[in-house]
């Protein structure tokens, strides 16, 4: 699915980097800039600077007059625009009508922004098929323009299919029941030594114990640190050693 976001007369440089960077994490990189305030603005250093490595997505990034221009080749257009229009095209949350769009099959979509200081101009999303308006607080719906592009961005992605979250760690490998058994023997008998466990009474103080370690599921390397305390237990309970 092509996938387009279009900024329409942006006036700080450093949204530009901002958007730049909000596409790059999602997997997107055709960005068009229709009439922004500075005409090197992809050159500029906050815009540099406000991308954070982006800078493949500001190479390709193109500049045009008018959106006429920025929309060729667009199948659908989507407008952002938290108030509604009248005589517009429906209002729908992202993920309301995002995700019935992406199982329409090829299409080549395109996200439309307007201006930081005024947004959309009324006849811009009169041509839009949708008019996205992103759920936020009704006391205080305003988003910076990086935000919102973050925000459509992420939702579209995630329509498509996203991307799978790898873990930090390796899958956790558990010791087996014969590791823990020796453990547990190991610590039965540190406990003895420092006078936490009698033996002629010893209750159910180690079943506990082994329930207790069969829900943490101890790794090999845990088992070896539980049994290294238990050495240095039933050591300080012997007392210094003579000679």
């Given amino acids: 699915m092509r996938t387009r976001f279009i900024l329409i007369q942006t006036s700080h440089a450093g949204n530009v980097g901002a958007a730049a960077r909000a596409m790059k994490t999602m997997g997107f990189d055709d960005l068009v800039l229709v009439a922004p305030r500075w005409a090197n603005v992809l050159r500029r250093e906050e815009t540099i600077q406000r991308a954070s490595g982006a800078l493949d997505v500001l190479t390709n990034a193109r500049i045009v007059e008018t959106l006429d221009e920025a929309l060729d080749g667009v199948t659908h257009l989507c407008a952002t625009a938290m108030i509604p229009r009248d005589f517009g095209p429906p209002t729908r949350t992202p993920r309301e009508h995002l995700e019935p769009l992406a199982k329409q099959g090829d299409q080549h979509v395109a996200f439309l922004f307007g201006s930081e200081r005024f947004g959309m101009r009324n006849e811009d999303v009169y041509r839009c098929n949708v008019a996205l308006c992103i759920p936020t607080d009704p006391k205080f719906g305003s988003l910076n323009l990086g935000a919102a592009i973050q925000v459509v961005a992420y939702e579209w992605r995630l329509a498509l299919g996203g991307y799978e979250v790898r873990d930090a760690t390796a ?44 829900r943490a599921q101890p790794t090999p390397e845990e088992i070896h640190i539980l049994r290294g305390i238990a050495k240095a237990m039933a050591d300080a309970a012997r007392g210094p050693r003579n000679g």
């Avoid at 823990?180 to 003895?192: F, I, K, P």
């Fill in 171 to 214: 899958p956790i490998e558990a010791a087996d029941a014969k590791a823990v058994a020796g453990m547990l023997e190991h610590w039965e008998r540190s406990l003895v030594e420092i006078g936490f466990l009698d033996p002629w009474a010893p209750k159910k103080l180690m079943p506990r114990l082994q329930q207790l370690f069969n």
